[in-house]
């Protein structure tokens, strides 16, 4: 990969993991807009909880996201980014630059699809 190319891969994994970071925080300091009326009755009380829950999963989701960010930024500095984790070969700039966390190259990323898609 060149350089230009893995500087670019750099700034867009730092941008996305400050917007995740962004998001993330009021969430995980419970401060994601719940509508709760002063009185809830039953209905807002359990809309409240699903809220909290997705919450949870969304902040799940992010932090996968996240470590998978870090994982990319230190292989961007040991020099080894930009290989598929799975057969080792290169993942392809143009996926890199729509994806700059990925770990697999397309082809081992859509067995891996098939795979957890039959696993379901
Ligand atoms: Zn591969």
Do not use: F, H
Request: proline share 2%; aromatic share 0%.
């Amino acid at each position: 990969m060149e350089r230009r190319d893995s500087e670019r891969a750099r700034a867009s994994l730092l941008a996305q993991r400050e917007s995740i970071l962004e998001k993330a925080t009021p969430m995980r300091n419970g401060e994601l807009e719940i509508d709760r009326d002063d009185s809830p009755d039953e209905m807002d009380v359990a809309l409240a909880e699903s809220n909290q829950s997705l919450a949870g999963r969304i902040l799940e989701r992010e932090s996968k996201l996240l470590s998978r960010i870090e994982e990319a930024l230190e292989r961007l500095d040991q020099g080894d980014y930009g290989d598929c984790a799975s057969c080792g070969e290169e993942i392809g700039v143009k996926r890199l630059m729509a994806q700059p966390a990925a770990r697999l190259c397309i082809e081992c990323k859509d067995e891996q699809e098939r795979l957890e898609s039959r696993s379901d």
